[in-house]
């Protein structure tokens, strides 16, 4: 295995459309591979499924950026109380993880999830709704977006008013174009967004409502366990995680069914289907690409490759999620596929904790649009598809056609 770093090439439109055949590639070269993944940035890319797993419950790999060592990597964050947006749960490991995560699942339970399923289901009414008539829509910028940021807002707390700010700045901050992220963008949308959510959290510990955000200020007051970059961090994490990747599980999900005629023809067929679908979707082509980042806190090895300590470590579940050694025709879309452990939501205590949650999105959303839209075609070829290069993937637009809507 060369120990040249290959460049991910998120510049080429080609690999930003279709990355899995170099990914194969990186795959059969070996199980961990050097790669420049942004810029001049390194990482090693783990590429198979049970070396990625073991590797997702390893504590000599930390989620804390702090640990890495390039420097970039935390000049890259927004200097502007940086101590809150690096104290995400996403970021911290135990105890703080584990201490962090206790609290925010006494507020996000999932009788709380399961009583959204109504709320979720109306909110996709009202969006096919508004599209019915017109025989044609950009199923992104029209329902895949605004459905999970109505529900995340909603759950949240955040006024219907403030939706499209928020939106915005955590546009700016996380979707990335080809180039290096631009950090005076990011800088900015940072301050205006702390600065936001600072205002937000003041005003719902004067007047506490029946959200998610009040709980945790609840939780936080009553126990003296979250203090106040706490607070900032778990309600940026949750708002950002909350809508983002749901937009590209829908995204996704939908393009590949209008791209695979057979599999979309079978879900209309059984929609009982839907929910392993959901899961095949999660792994055939995933919201997170290539993978999740980890730091190295010691020298350690890999599938017997040695990495130096300080070294960011990609689990590339995207490479990981199509390793023949697990998944039969893993290149292969198959909405009927049981057997179907991805590596999409994590894995380990870093699993994701709005799994649930973007699950009953995704399967009411793509249900919906399914039952709803009949004759359901894109507009474009699909060489003309364009993706969201970087870190999270999915269609940029998705033109589509359809007859008369159905109730």
């Known amino acids: 295995m060369s120990q040249q770093p290959v460049t991910l090439p998120f510049t080429d439109p080609a690999f930003v459309a279709d990355p899995f055949p170099l990914y194969r590639e990186l795959r059969q070269e070996g199980p961990v591979r050097r790669a420049v993944i942004q810029?001049?940035?390194?990482?090693?890319?783990?590429?198979r499924y049970e070396d990625g797993l073991a590797a997702l419950t390893d504590p000599r790999l930390s989620s804390d950026v702090r640990d890495a060592a390039d420097p970039r990597l935390m000049e890259r964050l927004p200097t502007t109380e940086r101590e809150s947006m690096i104290r995400t749960m996403l970021r911290a490991d135990p105890p703080d993880h584990t201490r962090l995560r206790r609290l925010v699942s006494k507020a996000f339970t999932a009788r709380r999830v399961a009583?959204?399923?109504?709320?979720?289901?109306?909110?996709?009414?009202?969006?096919?709704?508004?599209i019915a008539a017109a025989g044609r829509?950009?199923?992104?910028e029209d329902f895949a977006v605004p459905l999970p940021v109505t529900v995340i807002s909603e759950l949240l707390g955040v006024p219907v008013s403030d939706r499209f700010d928020f939106q915005r700045w955590t546009d700016d901050m996380v979707l990335q174009g080809?180039?290096?992220?631009?950090p005076a963008k990011i800088e900015a949308?940072?301050?205006?967004?702390?600065?936001?959510?600072t205002a937000l959290l003041d005003a719902k510990r004067a007047h506490p409502g029946d959200?998610?955000?009040?709980?945790l200020i609840a939780t936080h007051d009553d126990e003296q366990r979250l203090d106040r970059h706490e607070l900032i961090s778990m309600a940026f994490l949750l708002l950002v995680a909350g809508y983002i990747t749901t937009v590209n599980l829908i995204g996704n999900g939908i393009a590949a069914l209008l791209t695979h005629p057979e599999q979309l023809r079978m879900l209309r067929e059984d929609p009982e289907l839907l929910p392993g679908a959901i899961e095949e979707f999660?792994?055939?082509?995933?919201?997170?690409?290539?993978?999740?980042?980890?730091?190295?806190r010691e020298d350690l090895t890999i599938a017997g490759v040695a990495i130096p300590r300080g070294a960011t470590v990609l689990v590339a579940s995207a490479i990981a999620d199509r390793d023949p050694a697990r998944f039969a025709d893993p290149d292969r879309l198959d909405v009927t596929r049981a057997d179907n452990a991805h590596l999409a939501f994590g894995h380990g205590i870093h699993y994701c904790l709005g799994?649930?949650?973007?699950?009953?999105?995704?399967?009411i959303a793509i249900g919906t649009a399914l039952r709803r839209l009949p004759g359901l075609a894109l507009a474009v070829p699909e060489e003309e598809l364009r993706w969201r290069p970087r870190v999270l993937r999915g269609p940029s637009r998705l033109p589509v056609t359809f007859g008369s809507a159905q109730g």
């Open 355 to 363: 799994a649930p949650l973007a699950r009953l999105e995704g399967r």
């Open 189 to 197: 949308a940072w301050q205006q967004m702390h600065g936001y959510l």
């Open 178 to 182: 080809p180039q290096p992220p631009d």
């Open 282 to 296: 999660l792994r055939w082509d995933g919201p997170v690409n290539p993978g999740i980042a980890r730091f190295a």
């Open 137 to 140: 829509a950009d199923l992104v």
């Open 115 to 130: 009583e959204l399923e109504p709320r979720v289901q109306a909110i996709a009414d009202e969006l096919l709704d508004a």
């Open 39 to 47: 810029g001049e940035l390194e990482a090693w890319l783990v590429t």
């Open 211 to 215: 959200d998610l955000l009040s709980a």
